[in-house]
Antibody, heavy 123, light 110 residues
Framework: EVQLLESGGGLLQPGGSLRLSCAAS????????MNWVRQAPGKGLEWVSF????????YYADSVRGRFTISRDNSKNTLYLQLNSLRAEDTALYYC????????????????WGQGTLVTVSS | QSALTQPRSVSGSPGQSVTISCTGT?????????VSWYQQHPGRAPKLIIC???RRPSGVPDRFSGSKSGNTASLTISGLQAEDEADYYC??????????FGGGTKVTVL
């Protein structure tokens, strides 16, 4: 069974930093592109970032570019998202999602999703 | 980039059909056949129900169908059932290796 398990969320002050992790199992992680998607409380979904299977290609939404960094450790079957210079508007449930269908960024779809980890930015 | 436009809510009685629209531009929905749809029940993670505009993954009931015309994609739920009550999100490739989601539509089964 494919499983994605996020961790690392918490309560931080504006300007703070945090690293989220997503442990993957049940599929060949090093052959799979991955994404982070977030959902603010009571709001819709927002794509955050993409990373290719090798980790050599990364892309970001304009809202997080320059502040967030996506990475992966294929030896540990783990995806990461480093969040820096956090703002109140970054408060959200952060999901990791396997990109299925096509490996090219933007041209596949998200399946499956983890259960999410909550990041709250507040003073 | 602004989110794709979806109606805030739609409703229907059991057995009826409902259609959710997802309107974008020629730079996203209209420019590519890379539209997917996700169902999200309260407190749960989203679940893929349609990919590549109209393809239904294995295990998704055939009462869910997708289509696209111009800059607007659509999700139709035929034979509405109580368990279909959820939020639904469209998603499209938006160029420059980015994805764009719709604002979400709440489906209520009357």
């Amino acid at each position: 069974e494919v499983q994605l398990l996020e961790s690392g969320g918490g309560l931080l002050q504006p300007g703070g930093s945090l690293r989220l992790s997503c442990a993957a199992s049940g599929f060949t992680f090093n052959n799979s592109a991955m994404n982070w998607v977030r959902q603010a409380p009571g709001k819709g979904l927002e794509w955050v970032s993409f990373i290719s299977a090798s980790g050599g290609r990364t892309y970001y939404a304009d809202s997080v570019r320059g502040r967030f960094t996506i990475s992966r450790d294929n030896s540990k079957n783990t995806l990461y998202l480093q969040l820096n210079s956090l703002r109140a508007e970054d408060t959200a449930l952060y999901y990791c999602a396997k990109q299925s269908g096509r490996a090219a960024p933007g041209m596949g779809w998200f399946d499956p999703w983890g259960q999410g980890t909550l990041v709250t930015v507040s003073s | 980039q602004s989110a794709l436009t979806q109606p805030r809510s739609v409703s229907g009685s059991p057995g009826q059909s409902v259609t959710i629209s997802c309107t974008g531009t020629s730079s996203d929905v209209g420019g590519y056949n890379y539209v997917s749809w996700y169902q999200q029940h309260p407190g749960r993670a989203p679940k893929l129900i349609i990919c590549d505009v109209s393809r239904r993954p294995s295990g998704v009931p055939d009462r869910f169908s997708g289509s696209k015309s111009g800059n607007t994609a659509s999700l139709t739920i035929s034979g509405l059932q109580a368990e279909d009550e959820a939020d639904y999100y469209c998603c499209s490739y938006a160029g420059s290796y980015t994805f764009l989601f719709g604002g979400g539509t709440k489906v209520t089964v009357l």
